[in-house]
Structure formats: C-alpha cells, structure tokens
C-alpha cells in the first residue's frame, strides 16, 4: 500500500468539522434540545404503544419500530457533536468511533427500509381493507422487521469490514462524527475505490426504497380513486402523514447523495448542515407527524380514557352490508351502519363491546 511506511498506530479521532462554525456553543444547545426532544417523543410513543394492547397490530408495531430505528439514527451521532460544540470535547476513541459509524450507518439503512415497509403496510389496508389482518399479522410483520435488521446489519458490516483493515496516516476527522467517509480520508490507501463501493451500496438502496414507495403509492392513489368522496378524505389523511415522513428523510439524501453526483458543489458547512438535519429532522417530525396524529394514542394521551369510547378508526363505512359485520351501539350513533338493538358482538370498526370491554378483533363474516 502507497505511504504504508508513513502510516501510525491511532487511539482516538479528531473531530475537525466545527472548527469554522460561529458560535459553536449556540448551535450545540440547538441541537442538544433538538435531540433530547426527539428521543422523549420516540419513547413516549413505544411506550404507549407497548402499554396498550389495543395498539398491537401491524401497523403501530411498524411505528414503533420506526420510533426504535430513529432513537439509534440520532442516539449515533448526537452525542458526538453536542460533546464538541457545547463541552468543547473534539476527540473520540477509536473503538466508539467505529461503533458509532456502524449505529450511524445501520440507523440510516433501517431509516429507508421502515418507510418502505410502511408504505406497503398502507397499500395493503387501503387495497384490501377486510382482508388486512389475514394478509398482515403481527408475526408476519415481526419476521419482516427482523430481516429487514439483519439485511441493513450486512450492508453496515461491508463497509466496516473493508475499513478495519486499512492504516491511518493521521486522526482529524474533517466531519462532524465518525462515519465512513470521514474515516476512510484517515487513512494511507487511495480512497477512490472504497468511495465506489459505498456508492454502489447508498445508490441500490436509496434507489429500491424510494422507488417501492413510489410504487406503493400509485397503486394507492390507483384504489383511492375508486372509493366514495367520504372515504378519499380518509385514506389520504391516513397517507399524509406517511408522505411529510418520507420527504422529510429523502430530500436531503438526494441533495447529498444524488445532486452532488450530478455536479452539484456544497462547500462543507452546507453539506454539514444538510446532514445534521436528514439525521436530527426526521427523528424530531416522525412522532409528532406520524404517530401522535393517529387517533388511538391521541385518545390514550385525552383525559379520562377510562370511561370514554375510544375514537372509531376505520377507513370504510360500511352502512350496506348490515347482515355481515357487527357495530356497537356507539359507532350505530355515529352512524357507521343501521341495526337493530340486539346485544351485538365485538365491534369490527373499533373492536369494543357496547360495555367498553375490550375485544380482539372478529373477522368478517
């Protein structure tokens, strides 16, 4: 290897990328609240969701692993830059260094696959609403988190095993935490073809990712198109919420990924600040956009839970098909179907006994 000779033995990094920041201390309090506010709201929302057994279905089990997936993302590099910017401490070790690269590089994978997993979570529920939880069950969705970890685990595990090896020339970083590129630029060997493999490896999942999602919501868009006005309004605030999501995490990746690839120069305070917001963003608006705007937990958060109807969630009202499905008197009132005053049973649309005794779910007739 060229400058093999010149090369040293290195116990801990340097983090040079705030060096030109003005008023360090400022933005690291930024930050530091930025953080402290994500990771309250991730936890409140997987302890909501573990605390209430009514919430363990498909679709909240994939909201709290996206909630788990954005505490790590942040959890990765958060720590770092706010050590530097607000207690002035500009070294890592080399091993929390690499450990840190591996949560940052796994956190950011696992960020695209949830969203994709999401997404056809909703196609499934808005393309086949009365054969959702036959087609998705929870384990089915456990088994397809857990490979989906293990796959985001291997991507992660190629690129830090092509790293090891590789000696250093010198310890400054010139990012602002450790991660791939900013380690690979320590090193004595000509970074060109290690460049190229993560290109390779960011450009194929980013790629897939956004293109299933893509997918997915034309297919949507597809079924929503044959459904009644009342439903449209239903379905697309369901979706909405999904969307604001996804753009929030894939805009600035393509910014960095895929325009700069095009010719597009950043100075480095520009490509700093945009990663530092895919990282922080997304982590800060997911529980607050995505899962404290469903009605579930907005009703586990209301006063008085105990003694309330919790909010009817379906997507589909079903007022003609009185002889195959079953109401509790409460959605009778909201006038969800028409039937006659006989002791019913569990309610398909909020899975309630007009007791308010909570049921598991019936499947239709």
Known sequence: MPLQNASIKVTEFIIGGFDKTEKPFVVGVVILITYVLAILANMMNILFIIYDKRLHKPMYLLICN??????????????????????????????????????????????????????????????????????????????????????????????????????????????????????????????????????????????????????????????????SDSNKRKMGSTCLSHLVVVMCFYCPVFVIVVLTRMGVVLTLEARHGLLIGTILGPSLVNPFVYCLRTKEIRWMESPGTARSHPPCPGLITATAAVNRHHFCFKCLGQGHAKSSMMQPPPCVICQALPSDQCQKRRSLR
């Open 66 to 227: 996206l909630a788990v997936v954005d505490i790590l993302y942040t959890s990765s590099t958060s720590p770092t830059m706010i050590g530097v910017l607000v207690a002035g401490v500009n070294t890592i070790s080399y091993v929390p260094c690499f450990i840190g690269m591996f949560a940052f590089h796994v956190g950011g994978i696992m960020e695209m696959f949830a969203l994709s997993i999401m997404a056809f979570d909703r196609l499934i529920a808005i393309s086949c609403p009365f054969k959702y939880h036959s087609y998705l069950t929870n384990v089915r969705t456990l088994v397809l988190t857990y490979i989906l970890w293990i796959v985001a685990c291997a991507f992660a595990s190629t690129l830090q095993a092509t790293l090891l090896p590789l000696p250093h020339c010198h310890s400054k970083l010139k990012y602002t935490f450790c991660e791939y590129a900013a380690i690979i630029r320590t090193t004595c060997v000509d970074p060109t073809p290690y460049f190229n493999l993560v290109t390779v490896i960011v450009f194929f999942v980013l790629f897939s990712t956004f293109t299933f999602i893509c997918l997915s919501y034309i297919l949507i868009i597809f079924f929503v198109k044959l459904s």
